[in-house]
């Protein structure tokens, strides 16, 4: 259940995201030099740490939340070398998101199809936020298609559900956007729900 898992408190979880940020010497060394970057250091999710804003309807049974949140971890102590435009359609967005750092570019993907996956199965994650728990709330109307690019991903995300497209748009500007210009100072804030939302 929500709140099972507290013991890692939000302060706590990002000081230790501050602590694993820090050994970058390939990512660092190679702008130094002008040169593309070329590794990022990763370090596994301490046990008993996930963040509250992670937490899904039942930690315990989500066998993939510890390795979904690892990829996470990356991208947002990452962001400032993650590149991200969107599109928008009567019936969704196009959204591409591209890192000249290899190993980031493969986390993106790796994000993107391990996400498609939770919406596939609903297995929801970041509960605490409105607008994911509307998101998992509406899974089976979502279509996320993945065209993997050398540098990182183009998605097609759609719904043939108006109001579903409205939590699209949102997730795709307020949230994902927003991750990647702030990094971890906005994903432990929520995300409001598009403005006139039904709901
Ligand atoms: C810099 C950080 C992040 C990046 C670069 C990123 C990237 C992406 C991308 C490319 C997608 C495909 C949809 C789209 O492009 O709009 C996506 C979907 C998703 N992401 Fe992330 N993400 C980040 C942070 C997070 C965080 C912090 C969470 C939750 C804890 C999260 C959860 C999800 C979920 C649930 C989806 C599927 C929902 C949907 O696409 O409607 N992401 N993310």
Known sequence: MVGAQHECPRRQFLLWAAAVATPLPGLLAGCAQGQPPTGIQSAAVPPQCIPDWMLTPNNVADADLMRDIEVIRDLLVHHQD???????????????????????????????????????????????????????????????????????????????????VMLLRQHAVRAVSEFVAKGMSRAVQPTPLPPGYPG
């Open 82 to 164: 993650i590149v991200r435009t969107v599109e928008h359609f009567s019936y969704g967005i196009r959204a591409t998101t591209t890192s000249s750092n290899r190993d980031l570019a493969e986390r993106i993907r790796t994000h993107a199809e391990q996400m498609k996956l939770r919406l596939q199965r609903g297995a929801a994650i970041r509960q605490l936020d409105p607008l994911f728990a509307e998101i998992f709330a509406h899974h089976q109307l979502v279509d996320l298609q993945i065209e993997r690019l050398p540098n990182g991903i183009r998605i097609n995300e759609t719904s043939s559900d108006p109001v579903t």
